[in-house]
């Protein structure tokens, strides 16, 4: 069976359609950039954005697939959590594309579609399994049973991990989204540098911090001039990007040995820093655990992730109702 994705929880619009909820036809992501001179994420501008792509991002996923929409067996859209104007974009084209063409329609957790994401790379992966989804608006470490089954066991108590890359990047002065530019930086500098605090590292069993984080990282550069803050900026993104790590990768490979969870898997646009990937390589004992996580592609927000939570939830309890309504604090339990 062929799914359309559609994916507008944020500012990226994304359509895809996988085959058998496995095979990836197509996968198209349109990012906008309109929201970097703002330091971040404008709502109303993001919901502009996507009702003018939505239909043109549809169009394309159809045409690298090779398919018509007669084709076409379920469509699966994000209806949160997320932002709610963007979100009910993607939803309420997605309910109306379904209803034109009678086909079934199944609304996806955004959090669920990142779990999935592994799905799509790693059919060997095990049923159980321990998942540290980590994202701008996400960090969370989910024992997981199958599909639909799920333990959330640790979450952040204040900021997300994702967040708090992107503020230091915008605090050092590389505009926003800055995650992934803080990454390339960090590779050059030194972590051991300056050691800023690693919260909650042993404290509340597997729970996160990172508001105390981002706060050390400013005012220990708003206390340097500007040709020390220069010099050291490549040892500070790495500092940083230390700690904000190691607290994920100590309390999710813990927790794995603690519940005897032999896979772990990371998900999340977070899930694609090579720090975090190379730490928990390092880390990790390869006799008690296998580790998993999905390509770059599939890290961030994406459809192709949507379509493939949308086709398990289907098949696990049917469609969606058409009233279906956008819910912006959607937790991952209330699926």
Sequence with gaps: MLTLGIETSCDETSAAVIKDGAEVLSNIVLS???HGRFG???????SRAHIKTVVP????????????????????????????????VGLTFAKGL???????????????????????EHPDMEKRHLSLIVSGGHTLLVEVDGFGSYDVIGQTKDDAVGEAFDKVAKIMGMGYPGGEKLDKLAQSGNARFHRFPRAMMKEEGYQFSY???????????????????????????????EAAVEVL????????????IRDIALAGGVAANSRLRSMFAERIDKNRHRLFWPPVE??????????????????????????TNAVPYLRLSEM
């Design 57 to 88: 991002i549809y169009r394309q996923a159809l045409e690298e697939a090779g398919v018509t929409i007669d084709r076409v067996g379920l469509v699966a859209a994000t209806m949160g959590p997320g932002l709610v104007g963007p979100l009910l």
């Design 98 to 120: 379904a209803f034109a063409n009678s086909i079934p329609f199944v609304a996806v957790n955004h959090i669920e579609g990142h779990l999935a994401a592994n799905y799509l």
């Design 211 to 241: 508001s105390g984080l981002k706060t050390a990282v400013a005012l220990h550069i708003g206390k340097l001039s500007e040709g020390d803050f220069e010099r050291q900026k490549a040892d500070l993104a790495a500092s940083f990007q």
């Design 32 to 34: 906008q950039a309109i």
């Design 40 to 46: 971040g994420v404008v709502p109303e501008l993001a």
């Design 298 to 323: 599939l890290c961030t927000d994406n459809a192709a992730m949507i379509a493939a939570a949308g086709y398990y939830r289907y098949r696990q309890d049917g469609p969606s109702e058409l009233i």
């Design 249 to 260: 990768v100590e309390k999710t490979i813990r927790a794995a040995g603690e519940r005897n």
